[in-house]
């Protein structure tokens, strides 16, 4: 016989588990840290053609401000938000945070949406005077002077699509979860070659 749906169980893994070292590392030499940032959650939210839905949106759901153009803003909780394009946003959140923001979805404006792509990705901080040699071997972007604190990107490392944004001492790159491996390996060997 078979398990009904209410008594299967999800089980959740990092993007990035399986190529880190038994600390949480996939990298970690002198002056370059590399590791996988886990338990966040990504909502992606898509607006509408109503600045004053949106924005009241933002700030009712997620008490964040809309950032502009390539831009980040932060808010409660170590919440950030992302322009990815002019009606879709990306929403990063602690595990506590999304579960106080799911009772206010249903306040939603009309033609604004919201939906849960936390499985999709994984992000990986980089730390260290090297970080900046490290990704120029495979980014497309310029990173050590166009990425400044509180921009975000999306670009490609290697063939693969990812997302990087800045915040503080820290680098931080999101990558979709079925380009982990691929790109855990570039990192991996052009981190050798440092």
Same mark, same amino acid.
């Given at each position: ?66 950032? #502009? ?52 990705? #994984?992000?990986?901080?980089?730390? #260290? ?20 604190? #509180? ?44």
């Amino acid at each position: 016989m078979s398990k009904s749906k209410n008594e299967i169980e999800p089980i959740f893994r990092s993007t990035f588990d399986p190529v880190t070292d038994g600390d949480g590392f996939l990298i970690n030499q002198k002056n370059l840290i590399s590791q996988e940032v886990s338990g966040n959650s990504l909502l992606v939210l898509r607006t509408s053609k109503s600045s004053t839905n949106n924005t009241k949106a933002a700030k009712d759901i997620f008490n964040l401000k809309l950032p #502009g153009a390539l831009e980040m803003t932060n808010g409660d909780n170590d919440s950030k938000c992302f322009w990815i394009s002019p009606d879709e946003f990306w929403v990063l959140l602690k595990p506590n945070h999304k579960m106080e923001i799911e009772g206010k979805l249903a306040s939603l404006p009309t033609g604004v949406s919201i939906s849960d792509n936390s499985g999709a990705y #994984g992000i990986l901080e980089f730390t #260290g005077d090297q970080t900046n040699n490290l990704l120029a071997r495979w980014m497309s972007y310029d990173i050590e002077d166009s990425l400044k604190d #509180g921009k975000a990107v999306s670009t490609t490392f290697g063939q693969a699509p990812v997302f990087v944004y800045r915040h503080k001492q820290s680098l931080f790159m999101m990558v979709r979860h079925s380009f982990s491996h691929y790109v855990a390996g570039l990192l991996k060997d052009s981190a050798k070659r440092l």
